[in-house]
């Protein structure tokens, strides 16, 4: 087995605004508190909190439990998938600062001929400032960085995954490496009425109103190592050079409109893209308790991948998320339409269930019409599109260190289901294993 050692990215959480007097954290999740309810005798439902790290209400507060957390972006994810743990966080006057992250070692037999093996290490962290803007406003900064260059251009194994490029060439069966600058953004909130909040989001790296949140956000794949073969029918923008937001958000729904960069990162992973407004998106979430959360999006994007300049593509997507007590799970379907060119669809489903304070099970199962499995011209299967599955199941272990510091341990295996056409380049029955070690400050 051939290993080659890289490191990945850094990912911490969002802090909320200083009316809260406790916080709670979760890697998963970063939230915002819910404006202080109005001296009415009934009070105004609270409007969606930001995931990473949630707070609590103060003792005796009536303000209702909010029904939705923020995850990437300006995402929702439901309020159940709150955190148990803090990460790094301090004030300094008015400001809130919050750091979080996680750091895992991966080792992968991705099996078939065109499978590869890797030893990997993958890192996210972000630090995040934020304050109130008077009685009624707030403001919340945010960074997040990652160190996925140093794996190279060509990232990790992970068969039937394609999208973007390295050195010219198109990436097959490969999870391409994030850029350093993940997020540089702001976020400006207003109460508008009771249980209403206008809210601005933007900067010159963050994530459009499209699609459900990013996978690494998302608690239902805790524990998934590899990216999913559908990312890009799903969240692959959630890193844009350029994104401008302005949406309104209660209790129950949030309605969003973007600007956006349509053209993916390029592969000069270390520094800036070009910096555009040249697609746009709407976004529509209903989250009718604590449990749930719905969204529907649709968006027009020029021209977004390198190797199909002139295709742009209109994308739809829904999903529906779930959260109960240690059981997260994500249902979601996409459709990408070229243009000009054929609509692809993709379906994901996953799951991931703490069955208590050390041990959890998860799975993923995906369904990918993809077209660009063999990027070579004049090969015989160029263009040609495929319906391929994928599925996965796994379980992690884990090992309190500190107080703030918990080592996960485990691992998955894949299966695949595909056409016989397939099978020369594939193998008959391909089969991927990971093994993992999981470094998380804050949970």
Do not use: C
């Amino acid at each position: 087995m051939k290993y080659r050692m890289t490191v990945a990215a850094l990912m911490a959480a969002t802090p909320p605004p200083v009316a809260a007097a406790a916080q709670q954290h979760d890697h998963n999740q970063h939230k915002m508190d819910a404006p202080a309810p109005s001296p009415s005798p009934t009070p105004a439902p609270a409007p969606a909190q930001h995931m990473h790290h949630g707070a609590t209400p103060k003792p005796g507060s009536e303000t209702p439990k909010p029904n939705a957390q923020v995850a990437s972006g300006t995402a929702l994810l439901p309020a159940a998938e709150g955190g148990q743990h803090g990460g790094l966080h301090a004030m300094t006057g008015d400001w809130m600062l919050m750091a979080h992250g996680y750091a895992w070692g991966a080792v992968t037999s991705q099996g078939g001929p065109r499978g590869d093996d890797m030893a990997f290490v993958q890192s996210m962290g972000m630090v995040t400032a934020s304050r109130p803007l008077g009685d009624s406003a707030r403001i919340e900064l945010r960074g997040m960085f990652s160190l996925d260059p140093l794996m190279g251009r060509r990232g990790y194994p992970n068969l039937f995954a394609a999208g973007e490029t390295a050195n010219g060439r198109a990436l097959v069966d490969r999870q391409h490496p994030h850029d350093l600058f993940m997020e540089l953004a702001a976020r400006v909130e207003v109460d508008v009425a009771p249980g209403a909040t206008a809210f601005l989001y933007g900067g010159p790296v963050g994530e459009p109103a499209l699609g459900p949140p990013a996978f690494m956000h998302r608690r239902s794949a805790r524990y998934q190592t590899m990216s999913p073969i559908a990312h890009h029918w799903f969240d692959s923008t959630h890193i844009t050079y350029g994104v401008a937001t302005a949406g309104v958000r209660a209790r129950a729904f949030q309605i969003e409109a973007s600007a956006f960069k349509g053209r993916e990162p390029d592969e000069e992973r270390w520094g800036f893209d070009p910096i555009k407004l040249d697609s746009w998106s709407l976004r529509a979430t209903f989250t009718p308790s604590p449990n749930w959360a719905v969204q529907v999006s649709h968006g027009r994007l020029e021209s977004p991948e390198a190797l199909h300049g002139g295709n742009d593509e209109a994308r739809t997507t829904a999903s529906v998320h779930y959260a109960r007590g240690g059981l997260s799970a994500t249902l979601a379907w996409s459709a990408k339409n070229r243009i000009p060119g054929d609509v692809l669809s993709a379906w994901v489903a996953e799951a991931n269930w703490d069955v208590d304070a050390r041990h959890s099970i998860f799975g993923r199962a995906e369904l990918v019409r993809n077209d660009e499995l063999f990027p070579e011209h004049g090969h015989p299967l160029h263009d040609r599109p495929f319906r391929v599955a994928r599925f996965e199941g796994g379980y992690a272990y884990r090992i309190p260190l500190a107080d703030k510091v918990t080592l996960a341990l485990g691992g998955s295996v894949a299966a695949y289901a595909k056409p016989d056409a397939l099978n020369p380049y594939y193998g008959d029955s391909p089969v991927s294993a990971t093994g993992f070690a999981k470094l998380t400050l804050g949970d």
